[in-house]
């Protein structure tokens, strides 16, 4: 199901949505229109441990690779997260080289990482593969996304680039809280970001890595793809809900 590694390393771009509603009913509607993958929020929002579960079953049902946004870096939430079954992880606010290492010793099993082994859980079939080939696997297919998202991130880029390696697959540029850091909360013309982005996308680029973004619009979107960036999430469900009800109620209403 989790081929969408395998494509990012073949060129391809793919796009995204978040699902910030924790109800499998809307991982399953948004799994079966045509996204690539859909963003798990579990660092905004209401979804914890218990809802997890479900969206997860409900995005494998669908086969749609779901790859969970965790609140923090806390190295046994990203095992356990892996554990029950998602496609990947992202990691927010990976300031520098340190906390990139920490979490690719979370995330990943030897040689690559330390990830814990506890075994018969979902992600291992319940136990239908064993240690050797689960950790085989999982070090192949899953998903490790980080967030460059600070002024710090950006100035200790190379650092986090170099401690990496192969073991992180997308480094994933989030526009608000970098802007935020840069002191232009939410001014995404400035010249400031602007130039801290291409610096971001050229430095990422040059070093054959892959980039990650979120896109406010399709407008945006098609740009940042134009720029080199693979991985393209846009909107979230709540916001899909809303402008299709507010959209019908106008229509209705017209005249």
Same mark, same amino acid.
């Given at each position: 199901m989790n081929a969408i590694r395998e494509r990012l390393r073949a060129g391809e771009t793919l796009y995204g949505t978040w699902l910030r509603i924790p109800h !499998?009913?809307? /991982?399953?509607?948004?799994?079966?229109s045509g996204f690539d993958f859909i963003h798990v929020d579990m660092e905004h929002g209401p979804i914890g441990t218990g809802e997890l579960g @479900?969206?997860?079953?409900?995005a494998k049902a669908v086969n749609t690779p779901a790859i969970v946004r965790l609140p923090?870096?806390? *190295?046994?939430?990203? #095992?356990?997260?892996?554990? /029950?079954?998602?496609? *990947?992880v992202i990691i927010p606010q990976v300031n520098n080289g340190?906390?990139?290492? +920490?979490?690719?010793?979370?995330? $990943?099993?030897? !040689?690559? #990482?330390?990830r814990g082994m506890g075994g018969a859980c979902r992600a291992d079939g319940y136990g239908k593969l064993g240690f050797h080939e689960f950790a085989s696997v999982s070090n192949e297919q899953t998903l490790l996304v980080l967030q460059i %998202?600070?002024? %710090?991130? &950006?100035?200790r880029l190379d650092e986090i680039l170099d401690i990496? *390696?192969?073991? &992180?697959? &997308?480094?994933?540029? *989030? !526009?608000?809280?970098?802007?935020?850091?840069?002191?232009? !909360?939410g001014n995404f013309d400035d010249?400031?970001?602007? $130039?801290?982005?291409?610096? &971001?996308?050229?430095?990422?680029?040059?070093?054959g890595k892959i980039l990650g973004i979120h896109a406010a619009s399709? +407008?945006?979107?098609? %740009?940042?793809?134009?720029?080199?960036?693979?991985?393209? @999430?846009?909107?979230?469900?709540?916001?899909?809900?809303?402008?299709?009800?507010? %959209?019908?109620?106008?229509?209705?209403?017209?005249?």
């Open positions: !499998p009913i809307v /991982m399953e509607v948004l799994g079966q @479900n969206l997860l079953l409900a923090g870096k806390e *190295g046994s939430l990203i #095992g356990r997260t892996l554990d /029950m079954g998602a496609s *990947g340190e906390e990139a290492a +920490q979490v690719i010793k979370a995330a $990943r099993f030897h !040689p690559l #990482g330390k %998202e600070t002024k %710090e991130a &950006v100035e990496s *390696g192969d073991s &992180v697959d &997308v480094f994933y540029i *989030g !526009p608000a809280d970098l802007s935020q850091s840069l002191g232009i !909360p010249s400031l970001f602007q $130039r801290t982005l291409q610096w &971001v996308v050229k430095r990422v680029r040059s070093r399709v +407008q945006a979107a098609k %740009e940042f793809a134009a720029l080199g960036i693979q991985y393209i @999430n846009c909107s979230i469900d709540i916001e899909l809900l809303v402008k299709g009800a507010k %959209e019908l109620a106008e229509q209705l209403k017209e005249g």
